[in-house]
Structure formats: structure tokens, C-alpha cells
């Protein structure tokens, strides 16, 4: 058992990083097993959608993400299930930001004549 404090802490941190990263695996497994039993579009997305969460928590490296996308995609096509494409999202409009009224700067005072 750890004395020190950082030591105690990076065993909590490690007991919920692995608790996140069974669920994701269990979530990505699933997801892959639902899809290979039975094609369709929703499992499809489903499946792809758990091998980027895999990728975005480190769990995959991104070029195995991909592969497997890939892998799915071809086995999708092969399946004769049609696979929809998401749209790529426009950037949404920011709103004008409100400035602040400018300020008019001070009038400069003549300086006082020596006498």
C-alpha cells in the first residue's frame, strides 16, 4: 500500500481509469458482436461510434480505429446494408460579439504657464 499522498492519489485515478476503460471495451465488444450477428445501419453507426470513443479515450490507437472502420464498412457493403453518411456540420454562426461603447479620451489640459 502507498505512504505518500501523489502515490494514493495515482491509485484512485488508476481504479476509475480502469473501471472507464472495462466499460468502453465491454460497450465497443458488444457493439462489434451486435453488428456481425445481425447488419443493419443502426448497428453500423453504433459500432463505429464505440471504436471512436475507444480512440478518443486512448483505449485503440487511431490507426487500429480506423482499420477496423474500415473492416466494418466492407463488411456492411458486402451485407447489402446501406450505410448512411453523415453530413458534414457547417460552422456555426457566432454571434456578434457586443463591444463595449468606446470610451472618448480625456482632453488634454494646456499646461500652466510659467510666469
Known sequence: ???IKSAKKRVKTTKKATAR???TKKNLRSALKAFTKKSSATGHSKAQSALDTAAK????HK?????????????AKKAGV????????????????KKAPAKKPAAKKAPAKKK
Open 1 to 3: 500500500m502507498p505512504i
Open 21 to 23: 476503460n472495462a466499460r
Open 57 to 60: 479515450k486512448g483505449l485503440m
Open 63 to 75: 490507426n487500429k480505429v480506423a482499420r477496423k472502420k474500415r473492416q466494418l464498412a466492407a463488411a
Open 82 to 97: 446501406k450505410v448512411e453518411k453523415k453530413a458534414a456540420k457547417a460552422p456555426a454562426a457566432k454571434p456578434a460579439a
